[in-house]
């Protein structure tokens, strides 16, 4: 009995000294956290390496980005509750100005970085499986029976809210279309929808892991890298009528960079995303870049395509109160389980 | 346990030969299809890429990390849940006072609350927002989204374990042996080790077992004070959970082969330390 307490004594000195001598060998001379939400994750793997690099010849500072991917939304209600995020770079504007709305980044974050603080665009595509059995071509084709739609939940991800309001784009667009018609058409597209994930790539997974429905809404980029990953023979993607352009802004965190001394590495952190090089990333990453040479080098896999915006919607304010705040649009058309 | 199957034993025994083929049978069918075949899953998908991508997905700094986190959250978790375990159990199995029926509901609280809520409720004490989030943010302190904040979810999570499993053994065993002890001129420490350690300690090492599995499994609990700092504060679970989202199917499977067999390691401790004292039970008893 005492030979097996004191060896399990000296198992757990030993335990904890591995630890306390392993821990500083990852810190570098400045960290950074960049609070993103979920199909950013490749993407910012590839442009961390690249910024690291870019850095260290133009400052001489070691620099190591640490990500944290979750749902937009949830990302930002963390970053409200205390996660020490140096920059925010979501899904969508509305969830860096509930940031702004409670003092922690200025007020007028959107006009520190060209085009609206957001660096690389994307769309929202419909992603099928291979020989689209279904014969989905644009969005009325969601409606037909038996058609099983996976969409995340747009009170946690940012990516569900661009889809909601892609749809939402087209229905408002059809011939005589009123705000009745427009919501009796997504009263039945989520009547299609069997489960909502909290974020994106729960829902990419759902649908292209879990092989659960038969349309995924989806960021394009995102659409791409299932189609990368699964093998482009497993699906196809199929570029609806109209779509909208999805901008998902970055911002740095004024009180936490002021706090931690890390703005100037903070903000050449985000103004590196505009370089070609992270421009190039970003297009490698099936996100469709600002840069006009860099789009021009990869155009050939964005098709053009008619696109609304968010200023069609009255901006974020206006979209985030009328479609998903408490008894919004959503909630008066979504009923879970039916 | 094993003395409450043998007791039940030759009741099961009067039964017709055919039902008791069924009811094995079933029970075994039952076992294999949720419990051997998920675990078959995990090792084949793990090792579906060869054991180099084992060791490229367990040598990753990302997995280091999750192991040690796990490690360190449990190494903090369960002996302070044990400690407080067998204090608790102690009180409450020998002695009678006003609210003792409150305290055991109160260990027992955490059984009956989701995980989520036990994890949201250091968010909202300690959270930018919550009630010390202020001042601790004042001190320069970080609990959520930071080490301790793990470690607070999971003791809340993993509490009643190791007390639960001991109050019902030391309301049996009654005060008896520990009185006579007394009567012989024992002192509270000398009576404690000599006396109701030993007479508890099958019944505590289940309990710490117990409360070490769930201490490395928590998932729901942690995710909400994580903040998924890749690398930081990703637990073993939530960093399976990453690894799937990321598409990284082998190293997902292969953090979860590991925490399947830190599991069946446990298993394996428990059985060796039953015999090593099984044989030597006479000396110590």
């Known amino acids: 009995m005492r030979y097996a307490r004191l ?37 910012y793997r590839a442009i961390n390496r690249a910024f690291a690099e870019d850095w260290q010849a133009k400052a001489g500072q070691r620099v190591t980005v640490n990500q944290s991917h979750g749902g937009s939304g949830a990302q930002a209600r963390a970053v409200l509750d205390g996660l020490q995020a140096d920059v925010v770079t979501l899904a969508l504007a509305a969830d860096i100005d509930a940031l702004a709305r409670r003092g922690l980044i200025a007020a007028d974050w959107q006009r520190r970085l060209p085009n609206n603080a957001t660096p690389f665009t994307s769309t929202i595509v419909l992603l099928v499986r291979k020989g689209n059995p279904q014969g989905i071509h644009d969005w009325p084709d969601l409606l037909k029976p038996g058609v099983a739609v996976i969409t995340p939940n747009p009170k946690t991800s940012g990516g569900a809210r661009w ?5 939402l784009g087209w229905a408002q667009k059809q011939p005589n279309a009123t705000a009745a018609t427009a919501e009796a058409f997504l009263r039945d597209l989520f009547h299609q929808v069997p489960v909502l994930d909290t974020g994106a790539r729960g829902a990419t997974n759902s649908f292209a892991q879990r092989e659960l429905g038969d349309v995924l809404i989806a960021w394009e980029n995102d659409a ?27 911002a740095v965190v004024d009180s936490v960079v002021d706090k931690r001394g890390s703005r100037e590495v903070a903000q050449a952190y985000l103004e590196f995303l505009y370089t ?23 155009a050939e896999r964005y098709p053009e395509l008619k696109l609304v915006t968010i200023q069609d919607f009255g901006g974020w304010e206006t979209a985030q109160a009328a479609y998903f705040a408490d008894g919004g649009l959503f909630d008066r058309i979504y009923t879970p389980g039916k | 346990m094993s003395e409450a199957f043998s007791q039940g034993l030759p009741v099961a025994t009067r039964e017709r030969p055919a039902t008791r083929l069924v009811l094995t049978l079933f029970t075994v069918v039952l076992l294999v299809l949720f419990l051997l075949l998920p675990l078959a899953v995990v090792f084949t998908e793990a090792l579906s890429h060869g054991l180099g991508n084992i060791w490229d997905s367990l040598t990753d700094p990302e997995a280091i990390t999750s192991i040690e986190l796990t ?46 809520i036990s994890g949201l409720v250091w968010v909202l004490l300690f959270g930018a927002n919550g ?37 019902p053994l030391m309301q049996e065993q009654g005060a008896s042996e520990e009185e006579a002890a007394i009567t012989l001129g024992a002192g509270f420490w000398q009576m404690f080790w000599r006396v109701t350690l030993p007479n508890i300690r099958w019944g505590l090492l289940y309990g710490v077992l117990l409360c070490n599995a769930r201490a ?13 700092i890749r690398g930081q504060t990703m637990t073993m679970p939530l960093q399976v959970e990453a690894l799937f989202n990321d598409y990284d199917w082998v190293g997902a499977f292969t953090i979860a082969g590991l925490l399947s067999l830190l599991a069946l390691v446990t298993l394996a401790v428990k059985a060796a330390l039953e015999y090593r004292i099984g044989e030597r039970s006479g000396a110590l008893l």
Not at chain 1, 163 to 167: H, P, S
Not at chain 2, 77 to 99: E, H, K, M, T, Y
């Open chain 1, 7 to 43: 060896t399990r004594r000296g198992a757990l000195g030993g335990m904890l000294g591995t630890l306390a001598a392993t821990r500083p060998a990852i810190a570098a001379d400045v960290t950074l956290l960049n609070v993103s939400y979920d199909p950013t994750r490749e993407l």
């Open chain 1, 163 to 167: 889809n909601f309001l892609a749809a």
């Open chain 1, 224 to 250: 791409w890298l299932a189609r990368k990953e699964f093998g482009a023979e497993a699906f196809e993607i199929v570029y609806p009528s109209l779509s909208i352009l999805a901008e998902p802004p970055v």
């Open chain 1, 276 to 298: 070609p090089k992270a421009q190039d990333i970003a297009a490698q990453n099936y996100y469709r870049p600002r840069d006009l040479a860099v789009a021009t080098r990869y």
């Open chain 2, 71 to 116: 490690l360190l959250v449990a190494a903090i978790s369960v002996p302070l849940n044990s400690v407080c375990g067998v204090a608790a159990a102690w009180c409450i199995g020998r002695f009678q006072f006003p609210g003792r029926s409150l305290l055991i509901t109160l260990i027992e609280l955490p059984f009956s609350v989701s995980p989520v």
């Open chain 2, 131 to 167: 009630w010390f989030g202020p001042m601790l943010d004042r001190a320069g302190l970080r609990i959520i989204f930071a080490v301790p904040g793990l470690v607070l979810a999971t003791v809340l999570v993993t509490f009643p374990f190791v007390a639960r499993t001991l109050i």
């Open chain 2, 216 to 228: 490395m499994g928590e998932f729901g609990a942690v995710a909400v004070v994580s903040g998924h």
